[in-house]
């Protein structure tokens, strides 16, 4: 039976509820009846105590969150049930869902284990008796439940954003003089009642580039900056800003700031991220609305219901049509196979569009409950969802796609297609009627026909539909020899018959087409022109009459032989012609007529005019209706009808109607745009605002609800509001209106007195301080090199282009017409904050990046502009440098240089005189331009060869301070390293860091990791699967073959674990790993599944796991990213992968390199200039950082232009360090061997690993290996020849084996966590003859280091690994349990964005606790006991719980002490500690002569030291047991102690120095001691007391052998171990390294017990009894291990 995820088992058992839906009145609440004493006492004894115990934590208001709404901690709780019904029906245990859940029958409750059938049988019988239960009080499902019906509507419409915008009279001001406008009025009256002034005004060049930026996003030219300074009239500024919005440029600038609202993008996302070709007409439409000033209302409308709009004028009717691409060019996962999910996904991201965008809204939050914070019921998304859904927007198909539309044509063109299809209707009328009368004949005479498909075909035949009119579904063809298709008939009547074959005739057929005819008269061959139209109908040609009979088969065989081209074989057709001839004779001329209309149609069809151009729109729904509930959000999960409608808290006054036939979009439209709606204008004027001034009047721009933040002047934001609905929703006029204010002409300079009292900025004393965009940044360059194209519109992707992959971004147009794809953005964009084309965003993110210093200073795209731009210098011949260098300043930065600037400037190429002196070369300076792609040779860079080759110094400067004030500068940024700093957990971290290697296209589990031995035994029979085949491409189901696995399994280790034969070097490390065998994942394509994996969401707009914990942790090493993926692929989701999404761009995952890029030569973009040598770089960075800072001097915002400052600095330390991180040249060549890079076939992903070592090392905090290839070949995906497995196998374990073996040896994978694996599994049974499909029910990943069990497995599928079964693992639960292994809680690590808190696992996950993770180390206590020659390093100890005393275990290690040591030791004692067994390690160095061994020394001081310490440290004196490993010293040493050891604290020397024993130790290599040492520095006791040998190996023990028969005096006693009573405590036998067991660990001398058993023979003979620790020799055979063994003799009483 399969089971569920844990993290799903709670939630799914609320989906469980809804089969007592039905049963409504049975499960109304019972009445309060009178409980019997005895029922009570069944209760209260049996039942609350399991409820408590085993459900409280999660279904109880203790919990931490109510799961699934249901509560059983009430008894209104358990009737009211959670989201889906009442989980208890009294009275009738099989029919309640509570008892279904506990007996695992479906889901699994409680989830940690199934409860005890006893258990359950309580909870029946009280159910059966009444589920009597005494508890009252309200559950808090039962709270949640009534929330929406309990919306106090007029109190929740007193929220500010649902009042209507009220006019309000203009406030009174001190200051008259000063206010020009209304908004003046406002803003001064706020800055009076804060006691503050307004700032000054801003010079005139700053004034008119801010406005020519914030207007047409491109900066003035020099000679409109004279005209506008050398204009001194009043009205100097106004026709400024009329110039500019008449601008063409206008609608470019301002249609891109809509276009982030619209999540405009022209590619899909998702796997395969198909393009949108047509999605430039929608771009274009934006751009010409805002030129045409647009009314904005009528732009509301028309982008949500355009096409239902009447239009009089074609071009109105076009403009209505593609602006309802608003709502189908939203990211889409077209090939998820779930159609109706796919439908739901698509209407919610509709619905959380049209929200943020228009209403400022986030209607998304109501999906799956009532809002938290917003009056939004879960019924007001499904009436809007009503809506959505009958509107069609996807088309269903296997890989879906969108709706295209035909445009309207002009009249002119309407009338000729017009003409056109009536010419077609005409003939197709007639040839209808042709082929009814047709039909009608040929039913009056016998014919038979057949296919080609039923014909026997032999030879290399194709199948085709390519070439029209064929009959049936295709046709077959062939060429060259030896082909040949055979029609056999049986005809019903003998007579003649005419024989016709049909034929599809294309000029590479056959001329002589030969056809053989078998017939009673004997056999004729007839040849047919296949490049000629057939005769018949244009299908048929008759080959004659001839004569069959029933009695002899009529055959018709066509032939390759003899061919001169390619052979068609279609149907042949056999006419009974005797009795006929008159019907037959009409058939033949209806055939001919038919022939001759079709001819007309083909020819009419050719001639035809050309298509209506089409767009991508939304239309009509065929089945238009109200939807329900999807409870939680579960579309088959449904709840109650909820009749279309629209956002209540924001409807004032009755709801407009909906017809039954219509969607309500038209009506949803005019409610958005209506001047009643108190949102729409509110938060369209907002985003002006914001435009204008940087900042909203509502900050949270897309978000009016109670989480937004209020507005800084609601008066004025009212004022904005009611001013736009009485000028016609004119974006211009408002623009225009705000631009005039003195407000927005301040100055950006700050006052002390602003500064102090409001540094953010609210009451808006000056301007703010602006950034550019990537878009003006980016058109900026372009100009400033001359090159910008202007052209408006079209379509700029470029043709031919299949897919977003590896597209090149060499247009120079205008930004906003750049291809905007969801996978793949111009670099630029990627790094200068370009938003999200998945969300919709009204305001970007700000950030300051050394990536984007990175791109300045070394990118192609920068340095090519700057190369073109000195060009543009160096021509101007009649310029000195001083001189151009004041015109670069102009015409990058719109001023001249200070004084400072040009001294600086100057200096620097001063530098270069000399070079240029010695130089002599007199070539013109364009000529030294051709050079610009040589790298400079040090020591021969002249001072114009600087000027033209390192005018990307120039560039990078001007283009770094591209600001609309000349000053770059981050929002709320103090500090460049604050956001990837490091940050404190939520708890101790076991783990540090992430190296993740990715196994792309989904390795097979039962082929690699999961041994299935029922997979032989039941190879090739037919099984059935549960929902086999249910999710998978194919839609198949029913029974499937079983397939083996091609390759043998063993196990190895002491873990025993088996690994197939795919993996012999990681199979070397079981013991290191930990393996997760019941994984599990939603989605079965590759582009789904692959972003689940990455970022827990199908739907694209979700951060990535490596930006997550970026984000949570930030980084080691702030010379490096914190996010490094190497080699990713570009296909199934691509940089989506490794995205930060909503995050700020600090996040953003680092590609180095790209799938199928040779691993030696990737490298973090832009990270090198190869145009400049190092040196004169320095020198160029010198300056440029040099000119920041006296930047800084001068401005009052020192900290924002600070974090532009670091960020240079760390852009060059990482051009630093980067380079060394990547050079593994320095490795020895062992390393190198280990990783395979000395081998062909795992050279290339040996070299990623090693990679992914050095990252570690140096403190990047999330890594990722990439073995993946191509989107149309992922590697591992062999849905045939699963044989190829063996080739990637062959190519990643050896690289993954040394990464973890190297990681180990390093002491890094102590706090590294390793993850290995895939997006998916695949199927135990067979695809086609030899492949596997997708699999996501149960797969295997594994994970190594960092916190998890070693030589571990948890979890299982079934016996065949179809599905996961036991302690199931949804990726959701592994997204967590990496979190908590990283100190960071799943649930608390969220990020505010849009309304809500995101969070990876979104509602889900649970940790996977006291599984894989396993607990923190306790930390020792440590002691230095050195003394006398002698020293111990080391002596660490842990101390266990336990009432009284506890028995000690002393572990002695010789030699040096490592980290790596100590956690060994930890882990192999640790169930000691676990067991209350206190546990000390010691490490010994001998310093000096030692009379005895080392070790026996060490024995000796060790027990000693920790005697002295038995009170302190709760130690039990008379239970101590002392072992040892390694360094062949005293392996697997055990000596139990009596009570009469010296004091180490006396004053006697002798008590002092002396140590008796009760036994000795003679270790390895040291068997041959004199007795009387022993006897001399022990003491003479030691005569008296038992001794024990311990030895390990072959020699070692013939010398114990030998050592026994030679001193048999010192064996004089062996004492039996079977009793602990009296003074004599037992004496052991021991053999095998850290006490494993002799049949698990062959490596260790164990593989010789024969000499344990010879020593056990002679103490026997001599009477001695002595015990042997031996497998199948001892009695500890009752035992599964030595130390269960050893440990029941310490715990013993």
Same mark, same amino acid.
């Given at each position: 039976?399969?089971?569920?995820?844990?993290?799903?088992?709670?939630?799914?058992?609320?989906?469980?509820?809804?089969?007592?839906?039905?049963?409504?009145?049975?499960?109304?609440?019972?009445?309060?009846?009178?409980?019997?004493?005895?029922?009570?006492?069944?209760?209260?004894?049996?039942?609350?105590?399991?409820?408590?115990?085993?459900?409280?934590?999660?279904?109880?208001?203790?919990?931490?969150?109510?799961?699934?709404?249901?509560?059983?901690?009430?008894?209104?709780?358990?009737?009211?049930?959670?989201?889906?019904?009442?989980?208890?029906?009294?009275?009738?245990?099989?029919?309640?869902?509570?008892?279904?859940?506990?007996?695992?029958?479906?889901?699994?409750?409680?989830?940690?284990?199934?409860?005890?059938?006893?258990?359950?049988?309580?909870?029946?019988?009280?159910?059966?008796?009444?589920?009597?239960?005494?508890?009252?009080?309200?559950?808090?499902?039962?709270?949640?439940?009534?929330?929406?019906?309990?919306?106090?509507?007029?109190?929740?419409?007193?929220?500010?954003?649902?009042?209507?915008?009220?006019?309000?009279?203009?406030?009174?001001?001190?200051?008259?003089?000063?206010?020009?406008?209304?908004?003046?009025?406002?803003?001064?009256?706020?800055?009076?009642?804060?006691?503050?002034?307004?700032?000054?005004?801003?010079?005139?060049?700053?004034?008119?580039?801010?406005?020519?930026?914030?207007?047409?996003?491109?900066?003035?030219?020099?000679?409109? $900056?004279?005209?506008?300074?050398?204009?001194?009239?009043?009205?100097?500024?106004?026709?400024?800003?009329?110039?500019?919005?008449?601008?063409?440029?206008?609608?470019?600038?301002?249609?891109?700031?809509?276009?982030?609202?619209?999540?405009?993008?022209?590619?899909?996302?998702?796997?395969?991220?198909?393009?949108?070709?047509?999605?430039?007409?929608?771009?274009?439409?934006?751009?010409?609305?805002?030129?045409?000033?647009?009314?904005?209302?009528?732009?509301?409308?028309?982008?949500?219901?355009?096409?239902?709009?009447?239009?009089?004028?074609?071009?109105?009717?076009?403009?209505?049509?593609?602006?309802?691409?608003?709502?189908?060019?939203?990211?889409? *996962?077209?090939?998820?196979?779930?159609?109706?999910?796919?439908?739901?996904?698509?209407?919610?991201?509709?619905?959380?569009?049209?929200?943020?965008?228009?209403?400022?809204?986030?209607?998304?939050?109501?999906?799956?409950?009532?809002?938290?914070?917003?009056?939004?019921?879960?019924?007001?998304?499904?009436?809007?969802?009503?809506?959505?859904?009958?509107?069609?927007?996807?088309?269903?198909?296997?890989?879906?796609?969108?709706?295209?539309?035909?445009?309207?044509?002009?009249?002119?063109?309407?009338?000729?297609?017009?003409?056109?299809?009536?010419?077609?209707?005409?003939?197709?009328?007639?040839?209808?009627?042709?082929?009814?009368?047709?039909?009608?004949?040929?039913?009056?005479?016998?014919?038979?026909?057949?296919?080609?498909?039923?014909?026997?075909?032999?030879?290399?035949?194709?199948?085709?539909?390519?070439?029209?009119?064929?009959?049936?579904?295709?046709?077959?063809?062939?060429?060259?020899?030896?082909?040949?298709?055979?029609?056999?008939?049986?005809?019903?009547?003998?007579?003649?018959?005419?024989?016709?074959?049909?034929?599809?005739?294309?000029?590479?057929?056959?001329?002589?087409?030969?056809?053989?005819?078998?017939?009673?008269?004997?056999?004729?061959?007839?040849?047919?022109?296949?490049?000629?139209?057939?005769?018949?109908?244009?299908?048929?040609?008759?080959?004659?009459?001839?004569?069959?009979?029933?009695?002899?088969?009529?055959?018709?065989?066509?032939?390759?032989?003899?061919?001169?081209?390619?052979?068609?074989?279609?149907?042949?057709?056999?006419?009974?012609?005797?009795?006929?001839?008159?019907?037959?004779?009409?058939?033949?001329?209806?055939?001919?007529?038919?022939?001759?209309?079709?001819?007309?149609?083909?020819?009419?069809?050719?001639?035809?005019?050309?298509?209506?151009?089409?767009? $991508?729109?939304?239309?009509?729904?065929?089945?238009?209706?109200?939807?329900?509930?999807?409870?939680?959000?579960?579309?088959?999960?449904?709840?109650?009808?909820?009749?279309?409608?629209?956002?209540?808290?924001?409807?004032?006054?009755?709801?407009?109607?909906?017809?039954?036939?219509?969607?309500?979009?038209?009506?949803?439209?005019?409610?958005?745009?209506?001047?009643?709606?108190?949102?729409?204008?509110?938060?369209?004027?907002?985003?002006?605002?914001?435009?204008?001034?940087?900042?909203?009047?509502?900050?949270?721009?897309?978000?009016?609800?109670?989480?937004?933040?209020?507005?800084?002047?609601?008066?004025?934001?009212?004022?904005?509001?009611?001013?736009?609905?009485?000028?016609?929703?004119?974006?211009?006029?408002?623009?225009?209106?705000?631009?005039?204010?003195?407000?927005?002409?301040?100055?950006?300079?700050?006052?002390?007195?602003?500064?102090?009292?409001?540094?953010?900025?609210?009451?808006?004393?000056?301007?703010?301080?602006?950034?550019?965009?990537?878009?003006?940044?980016?058109?900026?360059?372009?100009?400033?090199?001359?090159?910008?194209?202007?052209?408006?519109?079209?379509?700029?992707?470029?043709?031919?282009?299949?897919?977003?992959?590896?597209?090149?971004?060499?247009?120079?147009?205008?930004?906003?017409?750049?291809?905007?794809?969801?996978?793949?953005?111009?670099?630029?964009?990627?790094?200068?904050?370009?938003?999200?084309?998945?969300?919709?965003?009204?305001?970007?993110?700000?950030?300051?990046?050394?990536?984007?210093?990175?791109?300045?200073? *070394?990118?192609?795209?920068?340095?090519?502009?700057?190369?073109?731009?000195?060009?543009?210098?160096?021509?101007?011949?009649?310029?000195?440098?001083?001189?151009?260098?004041?015109?670069?300043?102009?015409?990058?930065?719109?001023?001249?240089?200070?004084?400072?600037?040009?001294?600086?400037?100057?200096?620097?190429?001063?530098?270069?005189?000399?070079?240029?002196?010695?130089?002599?070369?007199?070539?013109?300076?364009?000529?030294?331009?051709?050079?610009?792609?040589?790298?400079?040779?040090?020591?021969?860079?002249?001072?114009?060869?600087?000027?033209?080759?390192?005018?990307?110094?120039?560039?990078?400067?001007?283009?770094?301070?591209?600001?609309?004030?000349?000053?770059?500068?981050?929002?709320?940024?103090?500090?460049?390293?604050?956001?990837?700093?490091?940050?404190?957990?939520?708890?101790?971290?076991?783990?540090?860091?992430?190296?993740? $290697?990715?196994?792309?296209?989904?390795?097979?589990?039962?082929?690699?990791?999961?041994?299935?031995?029922?997979?032989?035994?039941?190879?090739?029979?037919?099984?059935?699967?549960?929902?086999?085949?249910?999710?998978?491409?194919?839609?198949?189901?029913?029974?499937?073959?079983?397939?083996?696995?091609?390759?043998?399994?063993?196990?190895?280790?002491?873990?025993?674990?088996?690994?197939?034969?795919?993996?012999?070097?990681?199979?070397?490390?079981?013991?290191?790993?930990?393996?997760?065998?019941?994984?599990?994942?939603?989605?079965?394509?590759?582009?789904?599944?692959?972003?689940?994996?990455?970022?827990?969401?199908?739907?694209?707009?979700?951060?990535?796991?490596?930006?997550?914990?970026?984000?949570?942790?930030?980084?080691?090493?702030?010379?490096?990213?914190?996010?490094?993926?190497?080699?990713?692929?570009?296909?199934?989701?691509?940089?989506?992968?490794?995205?930060?999404?909503?995050?700020?761009?600090?996040?953003?995952?680092?590609?180095?390199?790209?799938?199928?890029?040779?691993?030696?030569?990737? *490298?973090?973009?832009?990270?090198?200039?190869?145009?400049?040598?190092?040196?004169?770089?320095?020198?160029?960075?010198?300056?440029?950082?040099?000119?920041?800072?006296?930047?800084?001097?001068?401005?009052?915002?020192?900290?924002?232009?600070?974090?532009?400052?670091?960020?240079?600095?760390?852009?060059?330390?990482?051009?630093?360090?980067?380079?060394?991180?990547?050079?593994?040249?320095?490795?020895?060549?062992?390393?190198?061997?280990?990783?395979?890079?000395?081998?062909?076939?795992?050279?290339?992903?040996?070299?990623?690993?090693?990679?992914?070592?050095?990252?570690?090392?140096?403190?990047?905090?999330?890594?990722?290996?990439?073995?993946?290839?191509?989107?149309?070949?992922?590697?591992?995906?062999?849905?045939?020849?699963?044989?190829?497995?063996?080739?990637?196998?062959?190519?990643?374990?050896?690289?993954?084996?040394?990464?973890?073996?190297?990681?180990?040896?390093?002491?890094?994978?102590?706090?590294?966590?390793?993850?290995?694996?895939?997006?998916?599994?695949?199927?135990?049974?067979?695809?086609?003859?030899?492949?596997?499909?997708?699999?996501?029910?149960?797969?295997?990943?594994?994970?190594?280091?960092?916190?998890?069990?070693?030589?571990?497995?948890?979890?299982?599928?079934?016996?065949?690994?179809?599905?996961?079964?036991?302690?199931?693992?949804?990726?959701?639960?592994?997204?967590?349990?990496?979190?908590?292994?990283?100190?960071?809680?799943?649930?608390?690590?969220?990020?505010?964005?849009?309304?809500?808190?995101?969070?990876?696992?979104?509602?889900?996950?649970?940790?996977?606790?006291?599984?894989?993770?396993?607990?923190?180390?306790?930390?020792?206590?440590?002691?230095?006991?050195?003394?006398?020659?002698?020293?111990?390093?080391?002596?660490?100890?842990?101390?266990?719980?336990?009432?009284?005393?506890?028995?000690?275990?002393?572990?002695?290690?010789?030699?040096?002490?490592?980290?790596?040591?100590?956690?060994?030791?930890?882990?192999?004692?640790?169930?000691?500690?676990?067991?209350?067994?206190?546990?000390?390690?010691?490490?010994?160095?001998?310093?000096?002569?030692?009379?005895?061994?080392?070790?026996?020394?060490?024995?000796?001081?060790?027990?000693?030291?920790?005697?002295?310490?038995?009170?302190?440290?709760?130690?039990?004196?008379?239970?101590?047991?002392?072992?040892?490993?390694?360094?062949?010293?005293?392996?697997?040493?055990?000596?139990?102690?009596?009570?009469?050891?010296?004091?180490?604290?006396?004053?006697?020397?002798?008590?002092?120095?002396?140590?008796?024993?009760?036994?000795?130790?003679?270790?390895?290599?040291?068997?041959?001691?004199?007795?009387?040492?022993?006897?001399?520095?022990?003491?003479?006791?030691?005569?008296?007391?038992?001794?024990?040998?311990?030895?390990?190996?072959?020699?070692?023990?013939?010398?114990?052998?030998?050592?026994?028969?030679?001193?048999?005096?010192?064996?004089?006693?062996?004492?039996?171990?079977?009793?602990?009573?009296?003074?004599?405590?037992?004496?052991?036998?021991?053999?095998?390294?850290?006490?494993?067991?002799?049949?698990?660990?062959?490596?260790?001398? $164990?593989?010789?017990?024969?000499?344990?058993?010879?020593?056990?023979?002679?103490?026997?003979?001599?009477?001695?009894?002595?015990?042997?620790?031996?497998?199948?020799?001892?009695?500890?055979?009752?035992?599964?291990?030595?130390?269960?063994?050893?440990?029941?003799?310490?715990?013993?009483?």
């Amino acid at each position: 039976m399969p089971r569920p995820t844990p993290s799903h088992v709670l939630l799914s058992l609320c989906l469980l509820f809804a089969a007592a839906i039905a049963q409504a009145e049975d499960n109304a609440i019972p009445a309060d009846e009178p409980i019997e004493q005895q029922q009570l006492a069944f209760f209260e004894e049996h039942v609350r105590p399991l409820l408590i115990e085993h459900c409280y934590e999660c279904h109880s208001s203790e919990g931490e969150k109510l799961q699934g709404g249901l509560a059983l901690d009430t008894k209104v709780g358990w009737a009211t049930g959670g989201d889906s019904g009442p989980a208890i029906v009294p009275g009738q245990p099989d029919e309640s869902p509570l008892l279904e859940a506990l007996r695992y029958e479906s889901y699994e409750m409680p989830p940690k284990g199934k409860l005890p059938d006893g258990q359950i049988a309580l909870i029946e019988k009280w159910i059966a008796m009444g589920a009597p239960d005494p508890r009252t009080g309200d559950s808090p499902s039962a709270n949640a439940a009534k929330r929406a019906s309990d919306i106090d509507w007029e109190q929740a419409r007193e929220f500010w954003s649902f009042q209507p915008p009220q006019r309000h009279e203009l406030p009174e001001v001190a200051n008259h003089e000063w206010p020009r406008d209304a908004i003046d009025r406002f803003i001064l009256a706020s800055l009076e009642a804060a006691s503050l002034q307004p700032g000054p005004e801003a010079d005139r060049a700053t004034l008119l580039r801010r406005a020519t930026y914030d207007l047409i996003g491109l900066p003035p030219t020099p000679a409109e $900056i004279d005209a506008f300074c050398n204009d001194l009239s009043p009205e100097a500024f106004q026709r400024v800003v009329d110039r500019l919005l008449s601008s063409p440029h206008f609608g470019e600038r301002w249609g891109r700031h809509w276009l982030d609202v619209a999540r405009f993008a022209e590619s899909t996302g998702g796997g395969r991220s198909l393009l949108y070709e047509k999605a430039w007409r929608y771009r274009d439409y934006v751009i010409e609305a805002f030129n045409d000033d647009k009314p904005f209302d009528r732009f509301i409308v028309e982008q949500i219901a355009g096409d239902l709009l009447p239009y009089d004028d074609y071009r109105r009717g076009r403009e209505q049509l593609v602006a309802t691409g608003f709502l189908a060019l939203g990211p889409s *996962n077209y090939e998820l196979q779930d159609k109706d999910q796919l439908r739901a996904d698509v209407v919610d991201e509709q619905i959380d569009t049209v929200g943020r965008a228009f209403l400022g809204m986030t209607l998304g939050c109501a999906r799956c409950h009532d809002h938290k914070f917003d009056p939004v019921p879960t019924t007001d998304y499904y009436a809007l969802a009503g809506i959505f859904r009958s509107t069609r927007t996807v088309i269903d198909a296997n890989v879906s796609s969108w709706v295209e539309s035909p445009l309207p044509l002009a009249p002119e063109q309407q009338q000729v297609h017009d003409k056109h299809n009536a010419a077609l209707a005409k003939l197709d009328n007639e040839i209808a009627a042709a082929e009814s009368l047709h039909s009608e004949l040929a039913s009056q005479v016998s014919i038979i026909t057949m296919d080609d498909g039923e014909a026997v075909l032999s030879g290399t035949w194709q199948t085709s539909n390519s070439v029209k009119p064929f009959v049936g579904e295709s046709y077959s063809y062939a060429s060259g020899k030896g082909s040949q298709a055979v029609y056999e008939f049986v005809v019903p009547t003998a007579g003649q018959y005419d024989v016709r074959v049909a034929y599809t005739p294309h000029e590479n057929r056959s001329s002589n087409t030969a056809y053989t005819i078998s017939h009673v008269d004997g056999i004729t061959t007839a040849h047919v022109d296949q490049t000629s139209l057939p005769s018949i109908g244009n299908t048929y040609t008759s080959l004659g009459q001839f004569n069959f009979s029933p009695d002899q088969p009529a055959t018709v065989l066509v032939s390759t032989e003899g061919a001169r081209g390619t052979v068609v074989a279609d149907a042949v057709q056999l006419i009974h012609v005797d009795d006929e001839d008159e019907t037959l004779a009409r058939l033949t001329e209806v055939e001919s007529r038919m022939a001759t209309l079709k001819t007309e149609q083909a020819k009419l069809e050719k001639a035809a005019p050309p298509a209506p151009p089409q767009a $991508i729109a939304v239309k009509e729904h065929e089945e238009c209706g109200d939807y329900q509930v999807c409870i939680r959000g579960d579309i088959r999960n449904l709840g109650d009808d909820v009749p279309r409608g629209f956002l209540t808290v924001a409807t004032l006054g009755d709801s407009p109607g909906i017809a039954a036939d219509s969607s309500g979009r038209l009506e949803l439209a005019h409610w958005i745009a209506s001047a009643e709606n108190p949102l729409t204008a509110r938060v369209t004027a907002n985003r002006v605002w914001q435009h204008l001034f940087g900042e909203g009047l509502v900050r949270t721009v897309d978000n009016f609800g109670l989480m937004g933040q209020r507005p800084s002047h609601p008066e004025l934001l009212d004022y904005l509001a009611i001013r736009l609905v009485d000028h016609g929703w004119s974006m211009k006029s408002l623009i225009r209106e705000i631009m005039l204010s003195r407000t927005y002409q301040l100055s950006s300079r700050a006052t002390a007195e602003s500064m102090s009292a409001d540094p953010d900025n609210r009451l808006l004393a000056h301007q703010n301080r602006r950034r550019l965009d990537a878009e003006a940044i980016r058109d900026s360059m372009l100009c400033l090199s001359g090159e910008l194209d202007f052209t408006p519109g079209g379509n700029t992707v470029r043709d031919g282009t299949k897919s977003e992959y590896g597209y090149t971004f060499d247009e120079t147009r205008r930004s906003v017409y750049l291809p905007v794809f969801r996978n793949q953005l111009h670099d630029l964009f990627a790094v200068f904050d370009f938003p999200d084309p998945n969300l919709s965003l009204g305001r970007r993110n700000i950030s300051t990046l050394a990536t984007q210093s990175l791109f300045l200073l *070394n990118s192609d795209f920068a340095l090519d502009r700057s190369k073109l731009a000195a060009q543009r210098l160096l021509a101007r011949e009649d310029l000195d440098d001083e001189q151009r260098l004041t015109w670069l300043y102009r015409l990058a930065l719109g001023r001249a240089p200070t004084p400072e600037e040009t001294q600086l400037a100057l200096g620097f190429l001063s530098k270069f005189d000399e070079a240029e002196q010695s130089d002599g070369d007199s070539q013109p300076d364009v000529r030294r331009l051709e050079e610009w792609d040589n790298p400079v040779i040090p020591g021969q860079l002249t001072r114009r060869k600087m000027l033209s080759t390192a005018a990307c110094g120039f560039g990078s400067l001007a283009l770094a301070g591209l600001c609309k004030e000349a000053q770059a500068a981050e929002a709320n940024s103090p500090s460049f390293a604050g956001p990837l700093s490091v940050k404190p957990t939520h708890f101790a971290p076991l783990a540090k860091r992430v190296i993740f $290697i990715f196994m792309q296209g989904g390795p097979s589990a039962v082929d690699t990791f999961d041994y299935k031995p029922a997979l032989e035994k039941h190879h090739g029979e037919k099984l059935e699967f549960r929902d086999a085949r249910k999710m998978a491409k194919t839609g198949m189901t029913g029974a499937e073959t079983v397939m083996k696995s091609l390759w043998k399994f063993k196990q190895y280790g002491d873990s025993g674990h088996y690994v197939s034969e795919l993996f012999p070097e990681i199979a070397k490390q079981v013991d290191r790993l930990c393996f997760l065998h019941s994984m599990h994942t939603d989605g079965v394509a590759h582009g789904p599944s692959t972003l689940f994996l990455h970022t827990g969401a199908m739907n694209l707009i979700r951060p990535s796991m490596g930006s997550w914990v970026t984000y949570g942790l930030g980084t080691e090493n702030q010379n490096l990213p914190g996010f490094i993926t190497i080699n990713p692929s570009a296909g199934n989701g691509g940089p989506r992968n490794y995205s930060n999404a909503f995050l700020p761009t600090d996040y953003q995952g680092t590609a180095i390199g790209r799938a199928g890029q040779p691993s030696g030569e990737v *490298n973090i973009q832009h990270i090198t200039n190869s145009r400049l040598p190092s040196a004169v770089q320095q020198k160029q960075f010198t300056l440029l950082q040099e000119m920041n800072r006296r930047q800084i001097e001068s401005a009052t915002d020192q900290d924002e232009l600070s974090a532009v400052m670091n960020s240079f600095e760390l852009a060059y330390r990482m051009q630093r360090h980067a380079p060394e991180l990547m050079d593994i040249s320095g490795e020895t060549a062992a390393t190198e061997a280990m990783y395979g890079i000395d081998e062909k076939e795992t050279a290339d992903f040996g070299r990623q690993c090693l990679l992914a070592r050095r990252m570690a090392e140096a403190g990047v905090r999330y890594i990722q290996i990439n073995y993946g290839d191509n989107t149309s070949n992922p590697r591992w995906d062999q849905h045939s020849k699963i044989h190829e497995h063996s080739i990637h196998a062959k190519a990643t374990d050896k690289p993954v084996a040394g990464l973890i073996a190297d990681m180990h040896a390093r002491g890094l994978l102590e706090d590294t966590l390793v993850w290995w694996g895939g997006e998916f599994g695949r199927n135990p049974f067979s695809q086609g003859n030899d492949g596997r499909d997708h699999n996501p029910k149960g797969f295997t990943h594994f994970l190594c280091g960092g916190g998890v069990k070693s030589g571990f497995s948890y979890g299982a599928t079934d016996e065949f690994g179809h599905e996961a079964a036991e302690n199931r693992i949804h990726m959701h639960d592994l997204h967590a349990t990496v979190l908590h292994l990283l100190g960071l809680d799943h649930e608390r690590l969220t990020y505010r964005h849009a309304g809500r808190d995101f969070r990876l696992t979104d509602v889900h996950g649970n940790v996977v606790h006291d599984k894989p993770a396993k607990e923190k180390e306790k930390q020792p206590t440590h002691a230095d006991v050195s003394y006398g020659p002698y020293k111990m390093d080391v002596l660490d100890f842990w101390q266990a719980e336990g009432e009284g005393p506890r028995p000690l275990l002393v572990y002695i290690h010789g030699g040096g002490w490592t980290g790596g040591d100590k956690k060994r030791a930890y882990n192999s004692f640790k169930p000691y500690l676990d067991k209350g067994i206190s546990y000390a390690a010691v490490n010994y160095r001998l310093s000096g002569e030692a009379p005895l061994p080392a070790p026996v020394h060490d024995a000796a001081r060790a027990i000693q030291f920790l005697r002295s310490k038995a009170d302190e440290w709760n130690i039990d004196k008379n239970r101590i047991a002392l072992t040892g490993g390694s360094a062949g010293a005293c392996t697997s040493m055990w000596i139990l102690l009596h009570d009469d050891l010296a004091d180490p604290d006396s004053e006697d020397p002798v008590e002092r120095e002396s140590t008796r024993v009760s036994g000795a130790a003679v270790a390895a290599g040291q068997t041959s001691i004199d007795p009387k040492v022993i006897e001399e520095w022990l003491g003479p006791k030691v005569l008296e007391h038992r001794m024990i040998n311990l030895a390990v190996g072959e020699p070692t023990m013939a010398g114990a052998l030998e050592n026994y028969d030679q001193h048999r005096d010192l064996y004089v006693e062996f004492s039996p171990y079977n009793h602990l009573d009296g003074d004599d405590p037992p004496l052991l036998m021991t053999y095998g390294n850290d006490m494993t067991l002799p049949s698990k660990n062959a490596g260790h001398g $164990i593989h010789h017990p024969v000499y344990g058993v010879k020593m056990k023979e002679k103490a026997d003979a001599a009477g001695h009894e002595c015990h042997l620790l031996i497998k199948g020799v001892s009695e500890s055979d009752k035992y599964e291990s030595p130390d269960d063994f050893l440990m029941s003799i310490l715990l013993a009483p």
